[in-house]
């Protein structure tokens, strides 16, 4: 069963998140590996009393240049995949979403 991971990562951080993604063995597409996608945007937080931002100040209002990086990633690969964003991604609360996803040959 296959699922999509995505996050989001400051431009500058992009690259060693995707080569982390890889290694760790998400973005298999048959005989392809370390296969993803990304779109750039801007990102939008505020800080809350407590947090230690990566990037601006508790309080205020902060944009961020953004890549969303998408990966396929196999069941039995997530947690390490996870574990390897985990590991290199910048941010204190990273931004994660996983979706299970339809295999196309079962759709009629």
Known sequence: M??????FVPVKDAQKVRTA???AGAGVLGKYHHSSFSTKGIGRFIPSEGAHPTIGKV?????VEEERI???CQKDKIKKVIAAIRR???YEEIPIEIYQ???E???V
């Open 70 to 72: 998408e990966v396929i």
């Open 101 to 103: 996803l339809v295999d």
């Open 21 to 23: 993604i890889g290694n």
């Open 59 to 63: 309080g205020e209002l902060t944009e």
């Open 105 to 107: 040959n079962k759709i």
């Open 2 to 7: 296959s699922y999509k991971i995505i996050t």
């Open 88 to 90: 290199v991604h910048p």
